[in-house]
């Protein structure tokens, strides 16, 4: 764990709060967002950033709830005014328009979309802030681990080609012609929500604000309307 910790000193963290717990092994809603509530009411940031991946779009609404701010999802650009205030841009209306968003209330929390900063050149010789800190200990949160789904050799949010199908698929089978130009292309397949919801293909090959956020530099949509959600 000090290798990963050093990471994200080398790529620009200064200060990092560092919870070592079992409880806290396995991503659990309840005892990841109270410890987090519980050291963002100690160090009151101004601001407060989270990536929008499963984890930080799952903690998100929770820690802002029990904050009570506000939270602006799926950043793509951010701004500071004449005030100091920060300036959340996302896409609204089907990616029609780009709202600017102000936070009044503190922390100004937000949620960042995938790949759309530029990571940090690695420095080794950087040097930061490690800090331990006690975890509150959660006995019983209520989660329970019903189905562990393993998406095998699927890495849908890290590919640079995918060959994706939306409702203008006839059948399942269809699926199959898109793998092989997959397959071609050295790319993986991707999926709108409906046909994820029937059935068709996993989970884990779903594109879109409610799947997996991506950023491939080609990407073939077949027989999707184009909402950002399907």
């Not at 309840?30 to 903690?59: C, D, M, W």
């Not at 701010?69 to 799926?74: H, I, K, P, Q, Y």
């Not at 004449?82 to 780009?98: M, Y």
């Not at 019903?146 to 699927?154: D, H, P, S, Y």
Request: one cysteine or more.
């Amino acid at each position: 764990m000090k290798n990963e910790v050093n990471e994200l000193i080398y790529h620009g963290a200064d200060k990092i709060f560092f919870y070592d717990h079992p409880s806290l092994k396995e991503f659990d809603t309840i005892r990841y967002k109270q410890n987090i509530v519980n050291l963002v009411k100690e160090e009151k940031p101004e601001i407060f950033l989270l990536g929008a991946t499963h984890l930080g779009r799952s903690l998100g609404p929770r820690i802002a709830v029990a904050l009570k701010t506000g939270l602006t999802a799926d950043c793509i650009d951010l701004k500071v005014d004449e005030e100091g205030n920060l300036i959340q841009i996302r896409p609204a209306f089907s990616g029609n328009i780009l709202a600017h968003i102000k936070t009044k209330t503190r922390p100004q929390m937000y949620t960042v979309r995938y790949k759309v900063m530029e990571k940090r050149e690695r420095d080794p010789t950087r040097k930061g802030e490690i800090i331990m800190k006690d975890a509150e200990v959660i006995e019983n949160s209520g989660t329970k681990n019903l189905k562990k789904e393993k998406a095998g050799e699927v890495n849908i949010t890290g590919a640079d080609i995918i060959v994706s199908g939306g409702r203008g698929l006839k059948k399942p089978d269809d699926f199959k012609i898109l793998r092989e130009l997959a397959d071609i292309l050295g790319g993986v397949v991707g999926s709108s929500r409906p046909l994820v919801d029937e059935g068709w293909i996993g989970r884990e090959h779903q594109v879109g604000f409610s799947g997996n956020t991506v950023k491939p530099k080609l990407y073939f949509a077949c027989g999707i309307s184009g909402a950002p959600q399907t």
